[in-house]
C-alpha cells in the first residue's frame, strides 16, 4: 500500500482545499504544540522528527528524509 506524505497531500490537492496546519517546537526529544491553527503549507518535517522520537532506525528517518528533501527539490 503507497500513502503520500503530507507535504505532497498539500501540494497535490491545493486547488481543491486549503491548507491550515499546527506549528510545533522541536527540543532533543520532545515535540509540543501550541494547538493554533495556522493558515499555508507546513514548512517542517515533524512527522520525520515524530518516527526518530519512537524509536525507528535510523535508515526509516534518514530515508522518509531524503525522499521529502527530494521532492521538495523535484516535486515528484
Do not use: H, P, R, W
Not at 34 to 57: F, V
Amino acid at each position: 500500500m503507497f500513502f503520500k506524505k503530507n507535504i505532497e497531500l498539500t501540494c497535490i490537492l491545493e486547488d481543491y482545499f486549503k491548507n491550515y496546519y499546527f506549528q510545533e517546537n522541536i527540543t532533543e526529544d520532545v515535540i509540543l504544540f501550541d494547538y493554533k491553527i495556522y493558515y499555508g503549507k507546513s514548512t517542517t518535517q515533524n512527522a520525520i522528527k515524530l518516527l526518530s522520537i519512537l524509536g525507528y532506525g535510523d535508515n526509516i528517518v534518514e530515508g522518509a528524509g531524503k525522499k521529502t528533501a527530494s521532492f521538495l527539490k523535484n516535486g515528484i
